[in-house]
């Protein structure tokens, strides 16, 4: 069976810093483009980076300079760095796998908080 696993998330501070992992198995990892979506209450859900296999990035405008994704193909791992948290990054975070005709796989989500 296909699993996205999320850790890392938490309660952290203005200005701190988190990083994110996602353990995966099942597939082929290195056949699946990996991604960080992020959705918050009342927000509408947005794709916050990008990594394929060859380690081609892409980022949104409002985490660019802030967070870095990476992948480890040996650990079948891909992660998210965040620096400079802001409140507004506060949400639910899920992993994900892109395959071939957009077949895609969801971690379950792991919650960041940035708050005083």
């Known amino acids: 069976q296909v699993q996205l696993v999320e850790s890392g998330g938490g309660l952290v501070q203005p200005g701190g810093s988190l990083r994110l992992s996602c353990a995966v198995s099942?597939?082929?990892?290195?056949?699946?483009?990996m991604g960080w979506y992020r959705q918050a209450p009342g927000n509408q859900g947005e794709l916050v980076a990008t990594i394929s296999n060859g380690g081609l990035t892409n980022y949104a405008d409002s985490v660019k300079g802030r967070f870095s994704i990476s992948r480890d193909n040996a650990k079948k791992t891909v992660y998210l760095q965040m620096n400079s948290l802001k409140p507004e990054d506060t949400a639910v975070y899920y992993c994900n796998a892109r395959g071939a005709d957009s077949i895609t796989f969801w971690g379950q989500g792991t919650q960041v908080t940035v708050s005083s």
């Open positions: 099942g597939i082929i990892f290195s056949d699946y483009i």
